[in-house]
C-alpha cells in the first residue's frame, strides 16, 4: 500500500530528474536514495515503479533502476504520439473555449511577447531561455486544459515529461547563431504561437491543428537531430575505445 513516504520519495526523485540533477542513464539505488531521502527502501521502490509508469525511469532485474534513456528511434515514437494528441488537443481546444480558456491562453503569449522585445532591443545578448521556456510550457498547457478533456490532457502531460527528460536543447552542437539570426528565430517562433491562438480564438479548428502540427515538428525534428548526433558520437566513442 502506497505510504505518505511513498509520496516524498516519488516528489524527491521526480523533481532531481526533471531538473537535470539526475540526468538520463543514472543509475538510482534504492539504499542510496533512502538515505538520501531519510526514509526506508520500501517507499523508494514504490516511487520507482511509479515513475518507471510515467515514463521517466526504467528498472530492469539484477540492473536495478536507473533514469530513462532513449534511442532517437524511441524517442522519434513519443513525438509522434504527442505530435497527434496535442494537435488534436488544439482542434478541440479551438471548438471547446470559453472566455476564461482564451484569456489563460493570451496571458503567456503576451507574456512571450514582453520577454522577446525585451531580447531584441537589449544593446547585448540577454538570455531569457527559462522565462520564455517557462511562458512557452504555459501556453501549451492552457491550450490542452481549453480542450477540456481530462484523459487527454494526463496522457499529455506525460509525454511532455518524458519529452522534456530525454530532449536535447535544439540547436546544440551549432554554431551560436548571429545576434540577427537569434532576433530572426525568435519573432517567428512568437509569430507561431500568435497563429495558433488566432485559430483557436476564431474557433477554426483545422487550423489550429495545422499551426500547431507545424510547431511541434518542426522543435521535434530539430530534438532528433541532436539526439542522432549524441548517440552517433556515443557509437564513435565506443569504438575507439575498443
Request: charged share 30%; net charge positive.
Amino acid at each position: 500500500m502506497k505510504s505518505v513516504y511513498s509520496d516524498v520519495a516519488y516528489s524527491y526523485i521526480r523533481k532531481r530528474i526533471l531538473n537535470g540533477e539526475f540526468p538520463p542513464g543514472q543509475g538510482l539505488p534504492t539504499e542510496v536514495l533512502a538515505k538520501q531521502i531519510g526514509v526506508s527502501r520500501a517507499p523508494v521502490r514504490d516511487a520507482l515503479r511509479l515513475l518507471e509508469a510515467d515514463g521517466l525511469v526504467r528498472i530492469r532485474a539484477r540492473q536495478g533502476a536507473s533514469v530513462k534513456e532513449m534511442t532517437a528511434k524511441e524517442f522519434r515514437e513519443v513525438c509522434d504520439l504527442r505530435l497527434a494528441l496535442e494537435c488534436y488537443a488544439a482542434g478541440l481546444a479551438a471548438q471547446n473555449r470559453t472566455a476564461a480558456d482564451l484569456r489563460d491562453i493570451r496571458a503567456p503569449l503576451d507574456a512571450m511577447a514582453k520577454l522577446t522585445e525585451e531580447t531584441i532591443a537589449a544593446d547585448k545578448d540577454v538570455k531569457w531561455s527559462n522565462e520564455l521556456a517557462r511562458d512557452d510550457v504555459r501556453f501549451h498547457l492552457a491550450i490542452i486544459a481549453a480542450a477540456h478533456s481530462e484523459l487527454m490532457q494526463r496522457e499529455i502531460l506525460r509525454l511532455h515529461l518524458v519529452n522534456r527528460v530525454v530532449a536535447l536543447p535544439s540547436g546544440e552542437g551549432q554554431p551560436t547563431p548571429s545576434k540577427v539570426e537569434r532576433n530572426r528565430r525568435m519573432r517567428f517562433v512568437l509569430s507561431v504561437h500568435e497563429s495558433i491562438y488566432q485559430a483557436i480564438a476564431r474557433g477554426d479548428a483545422p487550423a489550429a491543428r495545422m499551426a500547431m502540427e507545424g510547431h511541434l515538428r518542426e522543435l521535434m525534428e530539430s530534438s532528433l537531430r541532436a539526439l542522432s548526433r549524441q548517440e552517433s558520437g556515443r557509437i564513435v566513442d565506443d569504438l575507439t575505445m575498443t
